[in-house]
């Protein structure tokens, strides 16, 4: 899921918690299940189930057998499964997981249909328009400019993979933590993504009945910004001191004031879980709305930039 990471894919994970879902409700054993899910997966995935399989017949327990594979799944799933099985309410969970990974992918596909056209655009301004520049000037000599564009891509290259390496490493992650909610147009994206899946996680360990701080703590480590994680666990201590759920958010810089009227309304009615859910909702819409802003923004600006690079020829 993650760069250079072992992690199932989100769609792997979407397919798989729905399979798991229809054959325990048809009260179908687990093992049965891995191995027939198992049977008509890719070879990764197979191996991870054939495995689980393995240990549940020689006598593991349910727990014992998931974490065994803790680095393929987040763990996040690994502690909704753990829960859902002993609270005996596993098929609802994994029925719940899919449409959380569902609102997952949803996000994921919303940011690279935002991105992709403004990245044609610059491909054509810094490499398009270029190449074609340097194959008139240099008298329509095309092994020329096909090595010059090698030359820019291999650098561009290069320059990702450093980019790459030092994100792994964690060099960039603050740097990116930072930029990522101060500078415009990642700034309100990014709080609007990573709230929405907060509540999403929120909602759905809220529904499996878990005490509002732990539910709090394990919800923020799906966040991928770091300032907004901390932000958000800060409400967890004013939990434990008998604070509500809009009392503990109040003090975050990130939760919107519509977010917690909803929150509270959703407390006062006793349909919390509910509430989180429908605020997750909301904060994703909002995000929806504001990438197709953001881009038409930046559609203009390139288009522009497109301008004056012609003239400048």
């Known amino acids: 899921m993650g760069l250079f990471s072992s992690r199932l894919p989100l769609k792997t994970l979407v397919r798989l918690s729905h399979q798991l879902a229809k054959l325990a409700d048809s009260d179908i054993p687990l093992v049965r299940s891995l191995e027939l899910i198992g049977e008509k997966a890719d070879q990764r995935l197979k191996r991870v189930l054939m495995r689980m399989s393995d240990a549940f017949r020689t006598g593991a327990a349910f727990e014992e057998a998931l974490r ?3 680095k393929y799944f987040p763990v996040f799933l690994l502690e ?13 969970v994994l029925e719940d997981l899919a449409e959380y990974y569902e609102d997952r992918l949803k996000i994921r596909r919303s940011i690279i249909r935002a991105v992709t056209y403004p990245l044609c655009v610059a491909a054509v301004i810094f ?8 194959y008139v000037l240099s008298g329509f000599d095309l092994a020329r400019c096909l ?4 030359y820019s891509l291999a650098s561009l290259g290069v320059f990702i993979a450093i980019c790459a390496v030092l994100w792994r490493v964690g060099v960039l992650k603050p740097v990116w933590g930072f930029a990522s909610v101060h500078v415009w147009p990642f700034a309100s994206l990014t709080r609007k993504f990573n709230l929405a899946r907060f509540f999403r996680s929120l909602g759905l360990l809220f529904e499996s009945g878990m005490h509002p701080a732990w539910c709090i703590e394990r919800s923020a480590e799906v966040l991928s910004n770091p300032l907004i994680r901390r932000d958000l666990l800060r409400a967890a201590p004013m939990i434990g001191r008998g604070a509500t759920l809009d009392e503990a958010f109040a003090q975050s810089r990130f939760v919107p004031a519509m977010a917690r009227r909803m929150i509270r309304v959703g407390e006062e009615s006793g349909r919390i879980d509910f509430a989180l859910r429908k605020v997750s909702e909301y904060l994703l819409n909002e995000a929806d709305h504001r990438v197709r802003a953001i881009v038409v923004c930046l559609e203009a600006i390139l288009i522009l930039a497109l301008g004056f690079v012609i003239l400048a020829l």
């Open 68 to 70: 065994a594979e803790s």
């Open 80 to 92: 909704m499964l753990v829960n859902g099985e002993r609270a005996g309410r596993l098929a609802a």
């Open 127 to 134: 490499y398009v328009i270029p190449f074609c520049r340097q």
């Open 147 to 150: 090595l010059s564009l090698a």
